[in-house]
């Protein structure tokens, strides 16, 4: 790219004022080095999968770094080649790394083992319950009957057998992967377990909440709010959602974590607070409240993934240093996999940081506001591969529904809150007030059958749209890089065909 093809008026001040400076386009590797590296460990993460040796699959991503700097960038400064070689010398170790403790991670002996923990999770899983219980010797993971009557804050004294958790046979679910992501890898079969009332902790608040929220609020409005605050999802609830195709409101991703960041951080920034509470002060609190919150809510990778970005963005605004959002997603979820590189295989991880470059690669254009609603659409078709893949369909009712769900569900949920929070405290009257926040969730299902019934059919996986799918997130991502020029497009396409045929 020329240097006559940038004003003068855009050139930095320090060029106008000094003479002919090297001029260096803030584009490509400058713009969002991290999302390089995370593009070349996640090609090597995959091919572990596919069962390439951790070494072999390292190597693959360095090359994935030099291939999408050499396809995509036009100009190519002094220290490019220097640059590009430090970027791979990072990705070379970030996946060696992975791809060891992927491979070490499925040698597991079996044996007797008696220990004694508290109960951290449990949820109903087909026709069993699990639960996780955090031992002095790690972390266990129970399938108990229906019936067994064990809660979150529980203390357990436990004797059974342990095994590797493994897949079921005949199912493209990968269940070792899904634990293995949340810490888990050792299933024990239970021979004897003695139940006692345990501390308080986490999990016991997460219990008493639950319980309050379950004992006094409507049916509706109970459901939602233990969704958004705790995690927990109500069967029938998540039914109506699947068949609307906004299951993501349901699930704590960086939709939820976003509001209350959100919230947190402009009540902190009110004029009168303003005069006791310092910024530096004001990002201590809003990152102590929205790490409370995750943790609270069950710490699912969309919301670890979102708060990673919003941390990142407020110890940017504590040192003053602003980022661009293709690079906070891409620290995030290079920290995510780095700590548990299973969490590459957790669907929520990757539709998540899916939407989230999505959405970064549109915020790098500065598009008007008319291109938003089309965001959710563009979210949708991206989706679509990864979601069909793994649930077979999805509605075509859920394309209109998005367009307007995010936006009133951002109102609906703080709302909703707000007016259930009298009811909880044991307020005289305050089922008055939870009656609204029920008949507005009414609404919103009478809207979403209307359109269910408008839009009734279903979408399985197509090539055809798959590959549209792929390519506009490809085209939006790379187009958040670099100007959308001929060599960005056709970069584009590149990409696309060599993860079709490495797919």
């Not at 036009?74 to 790394?97: H, I, V, W």
């Not at 009110?270 to 919150?293: H, I, K, M, Q």
């Not at 798959?466 to 497009?489: M, N």
Request: charged share 15%.
């Amino acid at each position: 790219m020329s240097r006559e093809q940038y004003p003068l008026e855009r050139l930095p001040s320090v060029e106008r004022n000094r003479g002919p400076v090297p001029f260096v386009p803030r584009e490509g590797a400058a713009r969002a080095p991290l999302l390089f590296i995370l593009a070349g460990l996640s090609v090597s993460i995959m091919a572990v999968s596919r069962g390439i040796p951790a070494p072999v699959s390292s190597v693959l991503a360095p090359l994935t770094v030099w291939g999408l700097l050499l396809i995509l960038s036009e100009y190519r400064p002094p220290r490019f080649f220097s640059y590009g070689a430090f970027l791979s010398l990072l990705a070379f170790a970030c996946a060696l790394s992975c791809g060891y403790r992927l491979v070490s991670a499925a040698t597991i002996k079996a044996g007797v083992l008696q220990d004694e923990g508290t109960v951290v999770l449990e949820r109903s899983w087909g026709s069993r319950r699990i639960v996780l219980v955090d031992a002095s010797s790690g972390t266990y993971l129970m399938r108990l009957s229906p019936n067994r009557y064990i809660l979150e804050g529980d203390a357990l004294f436990f004797t059974g057998r342990t095994k590797a958790i493994a897949p079921r046979p005949g199912s493209s679910f990968r269940e070792d992967l899904y634990w293995e992501a949340r810490g888990v890898s050792i299933e024990v079969v239970p021979e004897s377990i003695t139940r006692k009332t345990g501390g308080w902790s986490l999990a016991r608040w997460r219990t008493a909440l639950r319980k309050r929220i379950l004992l006094t609020l409507p049916y509706r409005t109970r459901g939602y709010l233990l969704a958004a605050v705790l995690g927990v999802r109500d069967p029938d609830l998540t039914e109506a959602h699947r068949r609307w195709g906004t299951s993501h409101l349901l699930a704590v991703s960086g939709f939820h974590v976003g509001l209350v960041a959100f919230a947190v951080w402009r009540f902190l920034s009110f004029p009168s607070l303003r005069l006791v509470c310092s910024r530096r002060l004001a990002a201590v609190l809003s990152s102590l409240f929205l790490w409370g919150y995750v943790l609270l809510a069950g710490g699912a990778p969309g919301a670890l993934r979102a708060a990673l970005m919003i941390q990142a963005l407020l110890l940017g605004t504590v040192l003053g240093r602003k980022g661009t959002p293709l690079n906070s997603v891409s620290l995030a979820a290079l920290l995510l996999l780095l700590w548990r590189p299973a969490w590459f295989f957790d669907i929520g991880w990757r539709l998540s940081v899916m939407a989230a470059l999505l959405l970064a690669g549109l915020g790098e254009r500065r598009l008007s506001l008319w291109m938003l609603p089309l965001s959710s659409l563009f979210i949708w078709f991206a989706a679509f591969p990864q979601v069909t893949a793994t649930f077979g369909e999805v509605p075509v009712a859920g394309i209109a529904l998005n367009l307007v769900a995010l936006p009133l569900f951002s109102l609906l949920y703080p709302i909703a809150l707000f007016l259930s929070l009298p009811l909880l405290l044991s307020v005289p009257s305050g089922e008055i007030f939870a009656g609204t926040a029920e008949g507005l969730f009414s609404l919103w299902e009478w809207v979403a059958d209307s359109a269910a019934s408008f839009f009734p059919w279903t979408l399985s996986w197509s090539p055809l749209l798959a590959t549209l799918g792929g390519g506009l997130f490809l085209l939006t991502v790379t187009g958040g890089l670099f100007p959308l020029r001929g060599r960005t497009i056709a970069g584009a396409g590149i990409l696309l065909l060599a993860a079709v045929f490495f797919l």
